[in-house]
């Protein structure tokens, strides 16, 4: 497995893990009914996704940075290797606040329907 694919893998890794936490904790949140967990929810996991697309990224490569490549390091070329890492990042980030904002949406909707049927029957 070679850095390039390596990349591909962080890309990945680090573009979903935001979202699928944030969905997960909405849903178990929602699932408990917790007084009050929609602003919490909101207030912890949205700046959360921030910090995230600052220090993911940047740690990754922090982490495992690029290999030294001579034709490269010379200035014959544009080195791009790397960047799957912030850009996964950042997409993670944006997908964690649209994940977390589906959530509290969904979790508004089925709460309101519920009330709904209560107060009919």
């Known amino acids: ?3 390039n694919d390596f990349e591909f893998v962080a890309f990945w890794v ?3 893990v935001p979202g699928l936490v944030l969905v997960a904790a909405g849903t178990i949140a929602h699932q408990k009914s917790a007084k009050g967990w ?3 929810y909101l207030i912890i996991g949205i700046p959360a996704c921030f910090l995230y697309a600052a220090c ?3 740690l990754a490569l922090q982490l495992f940075p ?4 001579a034709g490269l390091s010379e200035g014959r070329g544009l080195d791009l290797r790397g960047m ?11 997908g964690g606040v649209v994940g977390a904002l589906l959530i509290v949406a969904v979790s508004s909707m089925t709460l309101r329907f519920k009330h709904r049927r209560e107060a009919v029957l």
Do not use: K, N, Q, T
Not at 66 to 69: A, D, G, L
Not at 85 to 91: C, E
């Open 1 to 3: 497995m070679d850095y």
């Open 14 to 16: 680090l573009s979903s």
């Open 38 to 40: 929609i602003s919490r």
């Open 56 to 58: 993911a990224g940047i």
């Open 66 to 69: 690029p290999p030294y490549v």
């Open 84 to 94: 799957g890492f912030l850009l996964g990042a950042w997409i993670g980030a944006i």
